[in-house]
């Protein structure tokens, strides 16, 4: 094996770690931006209801992470060949891609997600609604939509924190607190330019009739005009900046643990 390759199993463990990161940190956010994009009251929730489907998203980001992971570096090193990271274009189309194959498997546990705060029905009735309506393509509505939002996610993550982390190392001595920083940085970048493909495939996901990519823009421009698309972009900013910061972080630590 070449010693530049980074061990698929070590991708893998790094996705596992994470994918529960991500989960037990950020979930209450994705609940509250939900809700103010579908237009639900936020005076419904409480404390159960904003981690009402944390269970479901941490059992599916742990395989989902571990794709990311392991497909991005994969790109990023075997296939463009930049193990030493000095092109910043390679990282971040090997972060978008890896990103967009991840973006297609959680688009199917967050429409039930979706579906599930609608309704305000338990996770297993959503399922069984679905089978026996025989509405199975309710699982990819807002798919597209949803992978061009988790490429630019990621790929945030993959390729833009550890660029920021490089260049204000110079003015951060201390390595902890330059990781947090760039993540804080990088995230809130992210969150902003990722959000109305995120406003799109909610959009999509509770509609009762279905609706098209190109109708459900229409519909939100025409409702609320161009700020239509940035609805719920605090709560959704705030899940993203500390999401990829906590996981700049836990990467460091377990990227530096394993390889020291």
């Known amino acids: 094996m070449n010693p530049t390759h980074t061990p698929i199993h070590h991708c893998a463990g790094i996705g596992v770690v994470l994918s529960f990161v991500e989960t037990l940190s950020t979930h209450p956010f994705w609940v509250m931006k939900t809700h103010m994009q579908c237009s639900y009251p936020l005076s419904q929730l409480n404390l159960r209801g904003l981690y009402r489907t944390a ?6 980001m742990m395989p989902v992470d571990m794709i990311q992971m392991v497909a991005s570096t994969a790109l990023n ?6 193990h030493d990271n000095r092109s910043l274009t390679k990282r971040f189309v090997a972060g978008f891609i890896g990103g967009m194959i991840g973006g297609v498997f959680i688009n199917n546990i967050e429409s039930m997600m979706t579906l599930q705060h609608k309704y305000h029905a338990p996770f297993i009735n ?8 025989r509405n199975v393509q309710q699982l990819f509505v807002g798919a597209t939509a949803t992978s061009l939002r988790n490429g630019v996610y990621f790929s945030g993550f993959f390729a833009l924190v550890p660029a920021i982390n490089r260049k204000i190392r110079s003015f951060i001595k201390n390595e902890t607190t330059s990781v947090f920083a760039s993540g804080i940085i990088g995230g809130t970048f992210v969150s902003v330019v990722s959000h109305p493909f995120d406003t799109i495939k909610t959009l999509r996901q509770v509609s009762e009739n279905g609706i098209s990519t190109k109708d459900a823009i229409s519909q939100i421009y025409r409702s609320k005009g161009f700020q239509g698309f940035f609805v719920g972009v605090i709560p959704r900013g705030a899940r993203v900046v500390c999401g990829i910061a906590f996981m700049a972080l836990a990467y ?9």
């Open 77 to 82: 090193e075997r296939v463009f060949h930049n």
């Open 252 to 260: 460091q630590n377990v990227h530096q643990k394993a390889f020291n």
């Open 55 to 60: 269970l479901p998203e941490a059992m599916t």
């Open 126 to 133: 959503i399922a069984r609604k679905i089978v026996e309506n």
